[in-house]
């Protein structure tokens, strides 16, 4: 079996995995920094103030959704090609090309929002250590990020629902 | 480098920032009766665990020595970057230098004036001074010092001790800074230097010292070269601040220059240079990252120390509010 | 008024008058001493007075100043600063004879005339420029300080003369020459009384012979 028949046979299944694995992992990464900037500043709060943790633990979860939608798209992904729940069908070099395009706005999306999200909601630890009262504007500032993340989710969605195998 | 590493730093530093003296409360301290009226405002500061040590409000510098001396051990908990801290506490290890180097040529123990926030621990520096060993030091202090060393002992003019390492102070910091690579800080040593290269032309102007004195004493590295403070040491106080209206300096230089004229003076210029720099440092209060708020931070601390000592001494000398209020630094908050 | 001790003789009258004379004499003198002295002194006290207001004021001034630099800088700051003075100044003190009272002449000569800036001793970076001025003002009244201070001396010398001429003229109006007067008269009494008692005698003595002469 030379490099053509092996595309061939299984370019198709292997370009969507490629796909779901990247619709996962990037976002992935981005969260678990964001999550990650967020949490140090958090505890850089705490050791002056312990008593605000619940708050910042609400600021520490946002950049956190991007790895998730990352999650939610890989398994339509996954149920999609059968991988899931079933009989694996047979995907087409064309159809693997197309959901592993599909994948990417939320991969790539996901990713950096995760980022800037974790360093706005770092930002708002700020708000939270100054002024605690204002510091569900922290959270909206952080949420306004979110938007996008939400806008490549659905775009990744309507995409990969729309291919026919 | 990488300015998410100060994070941590930088929202514990906020909640600090938060118990920083404001305004209103030195306000207060100036108004209060009497000096032990001021010194009891002070208990709902941060300075309140110091003031367990003195028993009456005379001792007040026993309170601002120990709160600096936390400030700085603070720093160097907080600090990811140890280098960043080091610029600011430099300017101790050269204080301490000075008091070694006269102690030693005036034969006198004047350990009392050794203050203990330096890079070098005051008890190492002694030892290594005895013993002119200065193996441990950075090339540019071990340089200073021996330069230092060997002007005195041409002239014996105790001046140059304090002129030639004050010049090695802001070479040592400039290069720090330089390492570290980060604008705000080079900007905050150049106005710094700037500024300071500004008041001690006023000063030298006016003790009537000629060119090659200036140039001695003239600091590198600001933005300002120093050929434009050699050519016009002749020139009067109006005329200077209009040279320099091209400067971020014109406003400071020209309020300045007015109240010369009227009380023959250079004190307003101190305290308008010094809240120039808290105008420039207060740029990092919308900063989240990078190195700035720490700077600010130690910054605001140092000026908060000041003020209290400025207000402190008022008190103690029933100075009138106006003329401690007149005098009294920006505050940070 | 006690007397003194002494033997009613005509010769310790002769020497007790000389003394007496001697006494006056010197009580004059004294007294005129003591006028002059009082004169200059008063004058002294005046320019004294003056001198110290305007010294006390100077130094106050100075002394603000000082304050206020000492608020913007730290003590060990300050203190690094001015600890090593650059310049030396010496103090040259003769005397002056005012009365045959010795006072102080002052004369200080600093030792790097015509430089201005030799009074600061210290780097420009760290200190204040409120610390020049405390120094300027200091230093421009060191020598109206030292004048003082001479005048001060000399005030206290001249006092203790004043009172010490007043004691002398004290002594010799209260108590030599009244005591002097007393033993004079009471020998001159004693002498008279003598005298009388002689003639009495000779008259007696007299009458008795003439008597004697009568009976034979």
């Known amino acids: 079996m030379n490099l053509v ?89 064309s159809a693997g090309f197309y959901i592993f395009l599909a994948s990417l706005p939320i991969a790539l999306a996901g990713w950096g929002s995760a980022i800037s999200q974790g360093k706005t909601a770092a930002a708002g630890i700020s708000i939270l250590a100054k002024k605690p009262e204002h510091m569900f504007k922290a959270v909206l500032f952080a949420a306004m990020v979110e938007t996008y993340a939400v806008i490549a989710l659905v775009t990744s969605i309507i995409m990969i629902t729309g291919i026919q195998l | 480098m990488d300015k998410l590493i100060y994070t941590q730093a930088i929202s514990r530093l906020k909640v600090l920032e938060t118990r920083l003296i404001e305004r209103t409360k030195m306000d207060r301290m100036i108004d209060a009766s009497s000096a032990e009226e001021a010194m009891k405002i002070l208990q709902e500061s941060e300075y309140s665990i110091h003031l367990g040590k003195i028993k009456r409000a005379e001792e007040y510098e026993v309170v601002l020595k120990d709160e600096l001396k936390r400030i700085y051990s603070l720093m160097y908990e907080v600090t990811p970057v140890k280098q960043l801290i080091d610029i600011m506490s430099l300017r101790y290890d050269y204080h ?29 520096m002694k030892v290594y001074l005895e013993n002119e060993d200065y193996t441990d030091f950075n090339p540019i202090m071990r340089e200073g010092i021996e330069k230092t060393l060997i002007r005195y002992r041409n002239d014996l003019d105790p001046q ?59 600091l590198q590295g600001g933005i300002l070269d120093k050929d434009v403070f ?24 020209r309020l300045s220059v007015e109240d010369y004229l009227k009380t023959g003076k250079i004190n307003t210029f101190e305290k308008l240079s010094d809240d120039f720099i808290m105008e420039y440092i207060k740029k990092s209060k919308f900063m989240s990252f990078g190195p700035e708020p720490l700077l600010a931070y130690l910054t605001a601390k140092e000026t908060e120390i000041k003020n209290i000592r400025i207000i402190m001494v008022g008190k103690l000398n029933k100075v009138a509010p106006e003329s401690i209020r007149e005098r009294l630094r920006e505050t940070y908050v | 008024m006690a007397k003194l001790n002494v033997n009613p003789t005509r010769m310790e009258l002769t020497t007790l008058k000389k003394r007496f004379s001697t006494a006056k004499r010197g009580h004059k ?84 005339e ?27 009244v060191l020598p109206k300080l030292l004048m003082l201070a001479e005048v ?17 003229v004290n002594a010799l109006e209260y108590m030599t020459i009244p005591q002097l007067q007393e033993t004079i008269k009471y020998i001159k009494m004693k002498l008279d009384e003598n005298e009388r008692g002689n003639i009495t005698r000779l008259m007696k003595i007299k009458s008795m012979m003439q008597e004697q002469e009568q009976n034979q």
Do not use: W
């Open chain 2, 96 to 124: 301490n230098i000075k008091v070694l180097l006269k102690a030693k040529e005036l034969k006198t123990p004047l350990d009392h004036l050794l203050i203990d926030v330096g890079t070098i621990p005051t008890e190492k």
């Open chain 1, 5 to 93: 028949e092996f595309m061939t046979n299984y370019g198709g299944l292997l370009m969507a995995l490629l796909g779901a694995a990247l619709a996962t992992a990037l976002p992935g990464i981005g969260s678990a920094k964001g999550v990650g900037i967020v949490g140090e500043a958090a505890s850089g709060l705490i050791t002056e103030d312990p008593d605000k943790f619940g708050q910042t633990l609400i600021l520490q979860v946002i950049p956190g959704t991007q790895g998730f939608y990352g999650f939610v798209t890989s398994l339509i992904i996954l149920s999609k090609i059968g991988i899931l729940g079933g009989s694996g069908i047979e995907v087409s070099v």
């Open chain 3, 152 to 168: 001060e001396k000399s005030c206290q010398l001249m006092a203790d003369e004043i009172e010490k001429t007043r004691r002398r």
């Open chain 2, 230 to 253: 050699m050519n016009s040491l002749n020139d009067s106080m109006d005329n200077l601040a209009q040279k320099l209206s091209y400067t971020d300096y014109y406003n400071i230089l």
């Open chain 2, 160 to 218: 140059m001790i304090d002129i030639n390492l004050d010049a090695y102070m802001y070479k040592h910091m400039v290069s720090q800074a330089d390492e570290l690579g980060e604008g705000f800080i080079s900007k905050f040593l150049k106005i710094s230097i700037d500024l300071i290269n500004l008041k001690t032309m006023f000063r030298v102007k006016k003790q009537n010292k000629e060119k090659d004195f200036l140039e001695t004493v003239i």
């Open chain 3, 114 to 140: 015509g430089d201005e800036g030799s009074i600061y001793p210290y780097g420009f970076a760290n200190t204040s420029a409120e610390l020049d001025g405390a120094l300027e003002r200091l230093y421009n």
């Open chain 3, 29 to 112: 003198l004294l007294k005129d001493k003591q006028d002059e002295l009082m004169r200059r002194f008063i004058d002294m006290i005046k320019e004294n007075n003056e001198l110290r207001k305007a010294v006390e004021e100077e130094l106050g001034a100075s002394f603000k100043d000082f304050l206020m630099a000492s608020a913007v800088m730290s003590t060990e700051y300050l203190e690094e600063s001015i600890i090593f003075p650059k310049e030396r100044i010496s103090l040259d003190v003769k005397t002056k004879n005012i009365m045959s009272v010795n006072v102080p002449v002052m004369e200080f000569k600093r030792e790097m």
